[in-house]
């Protein structure tokens, strides 16, 4: 009884301190600063999913920042042309969204394109985001969103 009392004790002391092992929002932010706020599949024409864009806002500087990250079945470690692409609409409601100002990455990349990042405080965005494996293309685009 007292072995079990001491590792009580032992396990309290430790969670005050804060070293208990807790999950986390985002294990890897990719070079974004802020909390992650979406993610989007990338996805081919058969339905694989070949990469993850994954969106971050920082509401301390009213940034937003995208990354595609390849997945296993997108070869991930392998170099192949990934893209990661960030657009700030020109107005702050879903209709009234046309491109103004742009922010992209594109290359050969092993794991992931980005991140690219846009001061987007007050208006709408979109991401779009691909990657190619095998000859294959997967692409997304997502919906216009995330306005204010």
Do not use: K
């Amino acid at each position: 009884m007292r072995r079990i009392i001491a590792i009580l004790t032992a396990v309290a002391s430790l969670a005050l301190a804060g070293f208990v092992i807790a999950p986390q929002a985002s294990a890897a932010s990719y070079g974004c600063s802020g909390t992650q706020i979406d993610s989007y599949p990338v996805t081919t024409n058969g339905g694989t999913q070949y990469a993850t864009i994954y969106l971050y806002y920082d509401s301390a500087t009213g940034t937003n920042c995208a990354v595609t990250v390849a997945t296993s079945a997108g070869g991930y470690g392998t170099a192949e042309p990934t893209m990661a692409y960030i657009t700030r609409c020109s107005g702050t409601t879903i209709s009234s969204c046309q491109n103004q100002v742009n922010s992209f990455d594109q290359g050969n990349y092993q794991y992931y394109a980005g991140p690219v990042s846009i001061n987007a405080a007050g208006y709408c965005i979109m991401v779009t985001g691909s990657r190619e494996y095998n000859g294959v293309n997967a692409g997304e685009q997502s919906p216009v969103g995330h306005c204010g």
